[in-house]
T-cell receptor, first 111, second 118 residues
Framework: EDQVTQSPEALRLQEGESSSLNCSYTVSGLRGLFWYRQDPGKGPEFLFTLYSAGEEKEKERLKATLTKKESFLHITAPKPEDSATYLC????????????FGSGTRLQVQP | GAVVSQHPSRVICKSGTSVKIECRSLDFQATTMFWYRQFPKQSLMLMAT?????????EQGVEKDKFLINHASLTLSTLTVTSAHPEDSSFYICSALSGAALLYNEQFFGPGTRLTVL
């Protein structure tokens, strides 16, 4: 059974204080690992897709990396507008196309 | 990116009534759509996979007769919650895969529908 575990559950940072969010996964062959941002009362917003170990992607203050067992979302010098829940999800290499989500990390960035 | 809309954004109904939620892909054709449910402070749980022109595939534990899914066109899927009860109150979110998908592609999510059953 595919499993995705995210840590920490919640994270409070000061503006400018860099940190990393972790996503550990167990999947029968990884087709893709996805990072989404979700604001309260809204649907997830796509951030990144990673396909193979060693891959990295960047977007503004965010950088996602992937190993064979986990992915990290690095947030550099965060701003209050980066406050949101960050979701990690995987698709296995079995033909199944639905996402299996982790429970998310609630990030709060204080000014 | 591709845009997915949902209607209504929120609905309040009495116990025992049925509620229909629409999910539309606005600028692309979606051969596959997914329906998720999200309880407060929890993650998204897949309910069913909907393919255009065929019956939906439901996840284990999801009642097919209670959550009716129709995917009649390449841009529209509907979820009908029949005989809704308070325990069905949740945030329902749809997502869509483009029909012109590459080998790997991301799902585009709608804004969600907040259902409250009194």
């Amino acid at each position: 059974e595919d499993q995705v575990t995210q840590s920490p559950e919640a994270l409070r940072l000061q503006e400018g204080e860099s940190s990393s969010l972790n996503c550990s996964y167990t999947v029968s062959g990884l087709r893709g690992l996805f990072w989404y941002r979700q604001d309260p009362g809204k649907g997830p917003e796509f951030l990144f897709t990673l396909y193979s170990a060693g891959e990295e992607k960047e977007k503004e203050r965010l950088k996602a990396t992937l190993t064979k067992k986990e992915s990290f979302l690095h947030i550099t010098a965060p701003k209050p507008e980066d406050s949101a829940t960050y979701l990690c999800a995987v698709i296995p290499n079995t033909g199944r196309r639905a996402l299996t989500f982790g429970s998310g990390t609630r990030l709060q960035v204080q000014p | 990116g591709a845009v997915v809309s949902q209607h209504p954004s929120r609905v309040i109904c009495k116990s025992g009534t049925s509620v229909k939620i629409e999910c539309r892909s606005l600028d692309f054709q979606a051969t596959t759509m997914f329906w998720y449910r999200q309880f407060p402070k929890q993650s998204l749980m897949l309910m069913a996979t909907s393919n255009e022109g065929s019956k939906a595939t439901y996840e284990q534990g999801v009642e097919k007769d209670k959550f009716l899914i129709n995917h009649a066109s390449l841009t529209l899927s509907t979820l009908t919650v029949t005989s809704a009860h308070p325990e069905d109150s949740s945030f329902y979110i749809c997502s869509a895969l483009s029909g012109a998908a590459l080998l790997y592609n991301e799902q585009f999510f709608g804004p969600g529908t907040r259902l409250t059953v009194l």
